[in-house]
């Protein structure tokens, strides 16, 4: 499947009209949307995942990528409703309350969506309450939070406590990153995991359904 592999191409070059004529194409020769989904889409952004990882590419390659395979979902999408496939997980991400950088976090989350999870994007500035409400609305498995301050990493506490405290602290598996983190800080506060960088972050969460 030569155009597969010419998919997941385009995703790593970040050529978001080829990354659109080709999926169109895969499915237009009677490929199955979710081959189309794992061996074209995913396939290219776990390839950005490693490279980024690596220190061979940085931020602005990652979010060019991220677009082009937004490009392929948006054609992908309706067919894969459609055809009834299931995302990996669900995944809630936000900044937590008082943070307005949303750079890394925006990362996170176009990684997660790149590795098949559904992403509900909650934006910056998200308070427990909202992280709680949004839990209980869409039956998330998995909830990630963002933190850029050291004034505000401690609100990812807040968020855990008022989790727990709602009685849905079962439900979900938490995962936290920013830069002023440690994984000793998620410890302490009760994540269920900490990630670095974006491409970790698919990688804990990959880890926890396991
Ligand atoms: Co702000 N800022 N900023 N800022 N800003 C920092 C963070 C700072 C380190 C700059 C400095 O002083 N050297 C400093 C924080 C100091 C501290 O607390 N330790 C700082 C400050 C002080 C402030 C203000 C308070 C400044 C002021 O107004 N006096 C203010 C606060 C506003 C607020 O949030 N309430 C502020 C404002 C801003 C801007 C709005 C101007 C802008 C944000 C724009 C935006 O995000 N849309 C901004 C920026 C751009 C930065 C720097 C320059 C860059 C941050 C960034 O986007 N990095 C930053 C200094 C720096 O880092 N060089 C700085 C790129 C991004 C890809 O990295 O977000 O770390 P990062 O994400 C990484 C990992 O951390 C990880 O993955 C990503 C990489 O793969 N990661 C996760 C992140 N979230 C994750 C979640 C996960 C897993 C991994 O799981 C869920």
Redesign the pocket.
Known sequence: MAILEELAESIIKGQAPAAEQLTEKALAEGIIPETVLKEGLIKGMDVVGAK?KANEFY?PE?LIAARAMKSGMKILRPRLAESGVQPVGRFI?G?VK????????N??AM?MEGAGFEVIDMG??VTPEKFVEKIKETKAEFV?????????MVKMKDTIEAIQSSGIRDSVKI???????TQKFADEIGADG????????VQ?VKDMIN
Not at 98 to 105: A, E, N, P, S
Not at 144 to 152: D, E, F, I, N, V
Not at 194 to 201: E, G, I, L, V
């Open positions: 980024f931020v990652v991400v900044t008082g943070d307005l950088h949303d750079i890394g976090k990362l996170v990684m910056v500035d990630g939070m963002s933190a850029l301050l050291t004034t505000t995962v936290v990153g920013g830069a002023p983190l900490y990630a670095p960088d974006a491409a970790s972050a804990v």
